[in-house]
């Protein structure tokens, strides 16, 4: 895989401040996404495919992780 250069990293509309946020990123070309912890952006981040991304984001307003 070439270096994959990010757009700006944003914070989740969600984030309430209280310290375990996490900020994502597209890849330039848009093929991949990025996550990092915004608390230790220095720490490195986390890269899936973009489809992969869409589909968590559909489990997960579909429901498909909630505890009840």
């Known amino acids: 895989m070439n270096e994959l250069v990010f757009g700006d990293w944003r914070k989740s509309s969600r984030s309430s401040g209280g310290g375990n946020c996490v900020e994502m990123a ?3 070309d848009g ?3 990025g996550l990092r912890d915004s608390k230790n952006r220095g720490a490195g981040h ?3 495919s973009a489809a992969g991304w869409a589909t968590f984001v559909e489990a997960v307003r579909g429901g498909e992780f ?3």
């Open 66 to 68: 909630d505890l009840n």
């Open 31 to 33: 093929s991949y996404v």
């Open 46 to 48: 986390l890269v899936i």
């Open 26 to 28: 597209v890849a330039a």
